[in-house]
Structure formats: structure tokens, C-alpha cells
């Protein structure tokens, strides 16, 4: 299935239409090996509440990636604590078995409080 | 070589103009890198510092302006007719914050040797004579920390990294290092009879802490025999300077009396 | 399951405005869209900060200086928070950026125009990134889990560019003769520019009716562009100054302003390369990154030696 898009705004100039090929200096591809490993960063905007997925950012150790996710997603007074991990060390279920992983929770209503109906006289429970 | 500015003799008022002049000339000075870093983590991390030396030097100028004012009501001294409005001459800062930026290793040393030095003299002013001054230095000192550690891993990173960052960091350190004698020689207005603090005291302190990360960095500290180089407390800069106030005044000396 | 069954179950999600996240199945089209967009998105936001960067030197009180400073950082994240974003699709840093500086990805030609004077950081903060601004509201709701969620971040972080950009152009407003003029000035160079930011016009976009099916973009060019110009002509009498175009006037039928037709073979003349600084805009990304290549092998030569220090201790 080959779409072409033909909007031009921020995201999609295509690149048939493109100009600017490189009467500039060359530039060396990159095989990505001298990046910096990526990390996930977590931050917990207050005491008291969880440490949420912030974004992720890329930095040569924990140490640094941790000034990092300060200097890159703290800026504004958004966080108290941070964590980090590297990205390959995050492991996820996989969508193709959330049928499996999840549905069966749905017929367990009884684990909710509003599946049971108490007398009008017992409030506050 | 004057302008009305020199007329405002009162000792912590030059003071506070050198330690705002200083933080403000380094502040521009890493501002260069906006946009240009070497990775765009590090490029946000310098603006950082940055953005922090800048508001360091906004609440000096201000309580500076704000006695001057109060000495002389008709001056009308703000923080921008400071930053803005004085003479080559009339800069305070130490040479060491006016010279290029130069490479990443140039700016992070220069970061490093700046920050120690400036941990130390601000946990001075803590209890300097001075209250309001003290109040600043307490909330500086925060960033402070924070720019000793920053620098102090990228030291150690390019010191002890690749021959060629460790080269360019032994570059970096015969270039700047020349300067750094400069921040412990106490100008007339510097004395502890007005501030309250020995800054040729916190000379050895210095060497200790920077000395410590520049070894585990594998890098051999200069020796102490090096000619050093002076003038910036009494306003004899380098040939840097006036581009840099090219720059910094360039609107404010187009469009006098103008509002921004 | 069958390819045919995953893409129905892609197309129901969409269609019932569910997120699409890293590791769903997606069509391979989808992917590479999302891919160029999002790039292009991060790279104009890179490549932004080059024009408003020519004045955080020059900018004429500290205060000033210091709002432009912090403004020109935040691109830098939100180029951050998309290239992550981008990264989530399997594609790295590294290659996004090369494609940038090899001159294959774009970027948002607006930025190939020159700062010229102090007014014209008021004008990109309320025009360029009033439009901006447009543009990413609607990509808040896009259907891409983690292209919607850095829109969010930065819709929520940017609100402060465009009143930052109106505010210097009023204090010009209300200043001496020179300032008024210079505030004028800016304005006629960069209304048509702007508006050209929201791309061709609808006839010339056929195909993007596709990308609005998939909720990558939520409306189209022309009705984007309406929107910006409406909000424009009003605030624009506050300034007390004037847009370029003779043919700017409110259409009480339609309720909307009639405008001018903009100048098309500039728009891809500076598109294909030919615009006042696309050589420089280029030329400095490229030098940054190259010379900081010693840079970043020495972070990573020095954490690898610390690392086999740990192992062996």
C-alpha cells in the first residue's frame, strides 16, 4: 500500500518536492552506533503522588541522564523526584495478547464497590 | 573614559557591580551556545547555567541600583541602564568570563574554574557584612552547586574521554588558566574591611577542589609559575570587550530612551 | 492474526478515536507518515531556534533577553520531546538528524527568512508561532499516542511564546517613531510567510484527505489558515498597525475575512531551497553537530571506561 501525501505543513514536505540536496557539505551517514543510549524518564511532579512517564531523552549514564531529564523536563517546577531507565532495560506486554491479558477482568464486577447495594441507613461505607 | 556610572564610589556598590558585571558577561558569553551545542541534551543544559548567571546578575544590579537611587534620587539606575549604559572602563568583570567561548572544552573549564570559585566566595557572603547581599548569594548558591557538579563530570568526561577531548582539554587549561589569579587579588573595593571576606584566603581552598577533579580528569594541573593576567575589577579588559558590548549595547545605543 | 484482520482493527480504533501506541500494528504507510511528520515537525523546531538565536546577544534589556533565552531553550526541548516521539516508531536520533543535514528531510521554510531587526522577535512569536500554535492544537488530538502526547507538553509550554512575541510588538507600538516603524516593518515581512506556513491550498492537496481518515491531521490547510487570519486581523488593531493586503476585509456572509492570494512561486522557491538562508539555517545545524562529534565520543569513551571499572570492581 503506497499513499503519497501531499500536505505541506510542519510535518510533510515530501521529499521529491524538497530542495536544499546538498550543494552542501557532505555529510557522513550515520549507523546510529555513536549515539547515546536512550532512556525513559519518570518524574514525580509531588510528594505524594507516582512517578509518571515524563518522555525519554538520550545520555551516555544514569548519572548524566538524570541532569538531563532535569535540565530537559524540570524547567518548569514540574518535578521533585526523577527516575530513569535505560530504554532497553523497559519490557512491555504485547498488544496482541491484551485480549487475553485484560478481558477477563471485565466480568469481575463484583470487584467493585458500586456492584453492592446497601441499605439507605448504612452511609459512609 | 567616564561616564556619570563612575561618579558612584561607594565601595559595595562597585562590588556588586563586579560580581553582577562578571555573572552577566559569562551569561553572555554561554549564550552563544544556544543552538549551537554539541547534542541537543547539553545544549539545554548550558542555556540552563546561562538563564541562571543572567538572573544572578539581574538581583545584583538591581540591589545595586536600588542604592544608588537611594544615595541619589535623581539617578533613576535600573538594571539595564547598568548592563547597558556604562563604559568599557566602567565593567568590572573578570577577564576570564569575557574571552570566546572557544570549544566545548573552553567553556566547560571555564564553567568549572568560574563555579568553584564562585561556590566558595558566595558561601562567604553568607555571612558577609551585608544582609541583602547575603540573601542573594544564598539563593545563588543553589545553582552554584549545581553548575560545580554539572562542569565537574564534563571535566572529567573530556579530560578522561578520548585522546583527542583530553588534548583539547590541556589546550583549554593553557588558555584560561592564566586568568584564574585574577579572582583571589582583592580589588580597593574588594577589601574585608568593606566585604568582610579575605578573598585571597579562598585562594588555596580553590586549588584544592579544582586541583582534585582536574587529576581524576588525568589532567596535570598548570604550574604556578605562569604569568597571570589582571585588569578586569579595575576595567582593563581584553581586546574581547568591546565586541562584546558591541553586541549587548547595540539597541540601547541605537535608540536612546527607547522602551522595551 | 490475518494482516486484513489487524488493519480493520486499526481503522476501528482510529475511527472510534482511539490512540494508536508504539507497538500496535500499523500499516507501514502509517508508520513512514507519522515518521516524516513528526521529524519535520522536530527539525523546524531545531532549526527555529537559529533566527531568534541571532538576538539573544543584541536583545536590549535583561529581562527581554532573558524571556528570549527561555524561549529559544523550550524549542530546543520541544525538538527533544518530538525526535523521542519519532524514536518510538524504530527510527533513531541519529538517522533523523542525518536526513536533516544530507538535505532530505524538511524543515518549516519559515525559517529560512532573516531576523532582521528586534521587532521581528515579536513578529515570529506572534505570527510564526501563532500559526504554529493553530497547527499544534489540532495535533494535540492526533492519532499517534506519543506524537499527541509531546503536542500536549508543548502546547502547554509554548502558550507563553506568542504573548511573549505580542507583547514586545505592542511596547513598540506605544514607542518613538523608529520603533513604531520598525514594529511595521516586521509585520509586512513576516504576514505572507506566515501564512504560508499552513501549506498549499486545499485544490492543491489531494491526497490529504487520507492523513485527515487517519486523524494524523484533524483539518485542512485552508480552514487552519482561515483561522489563523481571522484571529490575526483582529489583534492587529490593538498594535495599531496594519497587514499587508490590500484585500484583507471582514465578509459579513461568510463570517470570516476575505484576504489576499498568496505569492506561490516564492513559497516553493524557498521550499526547494531557495529562500534568503536556507544555505546558512543548514550550515549551522551541520556545524554544530560536527563539531560536537568529539564531544559526544568522549561522554560515551569515558562512561564505558567507568563502566568496566564497576564490572572488574
Known amino acids: 500500500m503506497q499513499i503519497k501525501f501531499n500536505k505541506y505543513y510542519y510535518g510533510d514536505i515530501p521529499e521529491d518536492n524538497g530542495g536544499q540536496q546538498s550543494e552542501i557539505k557532505k555529510v557522513p551517514a550515520s549507523d546510529g552506533k555513536e549515539e547515546w543510549p536512550l532512556w525513559e524518564v519518570f518524574i514525580r511532579s509531588k510528594q505524594g503522588l507516582d512517578h509518571k512517564h515524563a518522555g525519554s531523552l538520550h545520555a551516555v549514564d544514569a548519572k548524566m541522564a538524570i541532569e538531563n531529564a532535569r535540565d530537559v523536563y524540570t524547567r518548569r517546577q514540574e518535578g521533585t523526584s526523577i527516575w530513569v531507565v535505560e530504554s532497553k532495560n523497559l519490557f512491555a506486554s504485547n498488544p496482541a495478547d491484551n485480549e487475553m491479558l485484560f478481558d477477563p477482568a471485565n466480568n469481575k464486577i463484583y470487584r467493585h464497590p458500586t456492584f453492592y447495594e446497601l441499605p439507605d441507613e448504612v452511609k459512609h461505607m | 573614559m567616564t561616564s556619570k556610572h563612575s561618579s558612584y564610589k561607594e565601595p559595595l556598590i562597585q562590588y556588586l557591580v563586579f560580581l553582577a558585571d562578571t555573572n552577566l558577561i559569562l551569561s553572555q558569553r554561554n549564550s552563544e551556545w544556544c543552538g549551537h551545542g554539541p547534542v541537543l541534551e547539553q545544549d539545554i543544559a548550558i542555556t540552563n547555567i546561562t538563564l541562571d548567571l543572567l538572573g544572578q546578575a539581574r538581583l545584583l544590579y538591581q540591589y545595586a541600583a536600588e542604592l544608588i537611587n537611594k544615595e541619589n534620587p535623581s539617578a533613576n539606575e535600573t538594571e539595564d541602564t547598568l548592563a547597558y549604559h556604562r563604559l568599557e572602563r566602567e565593567y568590572k568583570n573578570l577577564l576570564l568570563t569575557e574571552l570566546p567561548k572557544g570549544d566545548w572544552a573552553v567553556t566547560i573549564l571555564r564553567q568549572f574554574l568560574y563555579s568553584v570559585y564562585q561556590q566558595l566566595l558566595y558561601t562567604e557572603l553568607l555571612n558577609g557584612k551585608d544582609k541583602h547581599l547575603a540573601a542573594i548569594a544564598e539563593k545563588s548558591l543553589k545553582e552554584t552547586h549545581y553548575h560545580v557538579k554539572w562542569s565537574s563530570e564534563w571535566v572529567l568526561r573530556l579530560g578522561d574521554g578520548t585522546p583527542e577531548s583530553h588534548a583539547r582539554m590541556e589546550n583549554a587549561l593553557l588558555s584560561l588558566w592564566m586568568y584564574t589569579d585574577e579572582m583571589f587579588i582583592a580589588a580597593a573595593y574588594e577589601d574585608k574591611s568593606i566585604t568582610g571576606i579575605a578573598v585571597t584566603e579562598l585562594k588555596k581552598e580553590w586549588l584544592t577542589r579544582v586541583s582534585a577533579i582536574l587529576q581524576e580528569a588525568t589532567l596535570a594541573v598548570p604550574s604556578d609559575d605562569l604569568f597571570m593576567q589582571t585588569g578586569g575589577k579595575t576595567g582593563v579588559h581584553t581586546e574581547h570587550m568591546g565586541y562584546i558590548l558591541a553586541d549587548l549595547q547595540y539597541l540601547q545605543r541605537t535608540y536612546p530612551g527607547a522602551n522595551w | ?313
Open chain 3, 1 to 313: 492474526m490475518a494482516t486484513q484482520e489487524l488493519e480493520k482493527l486499526f481503522h476501528d480504533n482510529i475511527d472510534a478515536e482511539i490512540k494508536i501506541e508504539p507497538r500496535d500494528w500499523m500499516p507501514d504507510s502509517y508508520r513512514k507518515t507519522n515518521i516524516r511528520q513528526i521529524s519535520q515537525h522536530a527539525h523546524s523546531e531545531i532549526v527555529g531556534m537559529l533566527p531568534e538565536g541571532n538576538w539573544i546577544t543584541r536583545a536590549p534589556s535583561l529581562k527581554r533577553k532573558a524571556i528570549l533565552i527561555a524561549k529559544v531553550q523550550d524549542e530546543a526541548g520541544h525538538g527533544l520531546y518530538l525526535y523521542s516521539a519519532a524514536e518510538t516508531l524504530g527510527i533513531s536520533r541519529d538517522q533523523l538528524i542525518h536526513e536533516l543535514h544530507s538535505g532530505k528531510a524538511k524543515y518549516s521554510s519559515i525559517f529560512n527568512y532573516p531576523t532582521l531587526t528586534w521587532a521581528d522577535m515579536g513578529a515570529i512569536g506572534w505570527l510564526v508561532d501563532g500559526a504554529a500554535i493553530i497547527n499544534q492544537v489540532m495535533l494535540c488530538r492526533t492519532s499517534y499516542g506519543p506524537y499527541a502526547r509531546a503536542m500536549v507538553r508543548i502546547c502547554k509550554e509554548e502558550s507563553f511564546h506568542q504573548r511573549q512575541g505580542f507583547q514586545i510588538l505592542y511596547e513598540l507600538s506605544k514607542g518613538t517613531d523608529a520603533q513604531k516603524a520598525m514594529c511595521q516593518d516586521a509585520i509586512n515581512r513576516w504576514w505572507w510567510p506566515s501564512l504560508m506556513m499552513f501549506g498549499p491550498k486545499d485544490a492543491d492537496s489531494p491526497h490529504s484527505a487520507q492523513s485527515i481518515k487517519w486523524k494524523i491531521k484533524r483539518k485542512t490547510n485552508d480552514e487552519l489558515r482561515q483561522n489563523f487570519v481571522d484571529m490575526i486581523a483582529e489583534q492587529v488593531k490593538v498594535l495599531g498597525m496594519i497587514l499587508p493586503d490590500p484585500d484583507l476585509k471582514w465578509n459579513e456572509a461568510r463570517k470570516h475575512y476575505d484576504f489576499g492570494e498568496i505569492n506561490w512561486d516564492e513559497f516553493w522557491r524557498v521550499v526547494k531551497g531557495d529562500g534568503p538562508c536556507n544555505r546558512q539555517r543548514l550550515q549551522a545545524r551541520i556545524n554544530a553537530h560536527n563539531e560536537g562529534a568529539w564531544v559526544r565520543a568522549a561522554a560515551k569513551a569515558y562512561a564505558k571506561k567507568r563502566q568496566q571499572e564497576e564490572v572488574v570492581a
